[in-house]
């Protein structure tokens, strides 16, 4: 069975930063693409990054980019995500995400969800 | 970026009911739609892949059709368990994965 587990959310004042980790089992993690989305409060879904199997290839939302950075670590099956000038409109519960395809590519979909883990950035 | 629709945005139906969620795309996206749900405080689940592929496990009242930029979600007979938000995503064009606004099923 897969299981994604976020975990590293919380509090963090308007330009901190936060560390968001994504433990996984179940599959090969190194075999698939992983993404990040996130949900404000009250709002709908929205795609924030991306990283290929290998973690050679990345990908953002212009919202994030310059901002959060994507990696993961195969050898502990554990996707992360970096986020710093941490901004109001950050706040959100993150979802990890499984692909079915090994790059970050089109024709994909989100085949399994972690539970996600909240990030609140307020003063 | 392809934006998607979807309409309505809410909608009260009973058990039993026959329903069906439109998404339209702002651009052809071919069949490359995939539908969500997600209940309260809970992760979204994968229903629908490529317009009308089930998921493995989900029940089969649920069902997809269209292409081009016109899409429906149609729930055959409502169970007490499909009350939720649904939400299409198109992978025509990807990244951005986008997503549209969601619809909220409600119980009439």
């Known amino acids: 069975e897969v299981q994604l587990l976020e975990s590293g959310g919380g509090l963090v004042q308007p330009g901190g930063s936060l560390r968001l980790s994504c433990a996984t089992s179940?599959?090969?993690?190194?075999?698939?693409?992983m993404s990040w989305v996130r949900q404000a409060p009250g709002k709908g879904l929205e795609w924030v990054s991306a990283i290929s199997g290998s973690g050679e290839n990345t990908d953002y939302a212009d919202s994030v980019k310059g901002r959060f950075t994507i990696s993961r670590d195969n050898s502990k099956n554990t996707l992360y995500v970096q986020m710093n000038s941490l901004r109001a409109e950050d706040t959100a519960v993150y979802y990890c995400?499984?692909?079915?395809?090994?790059?970050?590519?089109?024709?994909?979909?989100?085949?399994?969800w972690g539970q996600g883990t909240l990030v609140t950035v307020s003063s | 970026d392809i934006q998607m629709t979807q309409s309505p945005s809410s909608l009260s139906a009973s058990v039993g009911d026959r329903v069906t969620i439109t998404c339209r795309a702002s651009?052809?996206?071919?069949?490359?739609l995939n539908w969500y749900q997600q209940k309260p405080g809970k992760a979204p689940k994968l229903l629908i892949y490529?317009?009308?592929s089930l998921q493995s496990g989900v029940p089969s009242r649920f069902s997809g059709s269209g292409s081009g930029t016109d899409f429906t979600l149609t729930i055959s007979s409502l169970q007490p368990e499909d009350f939720a938000t649904y939400y299409c995503?198109?992978?025509?064009?990807?990244?951005?994965?986008?997503f549209g606004q969601g619809t909220k099923l409600e119980i009439k």
């Open positions: 651009q052809y996206i071919s069949t490359y």
């Open positions: 995503q198109q992978s025509y064009s990807t990244p951005p994965y986008t």
């Open positions: 995400a499984k692909t079915r395809s090994f790059g970050v590519v089109p024709r994909d979909y989100f085949d399994s």
């Open positions: 490529a317009a009308s």
């Open positions: 179940g599959f090969t993690f190194s075999s698939y693409a």
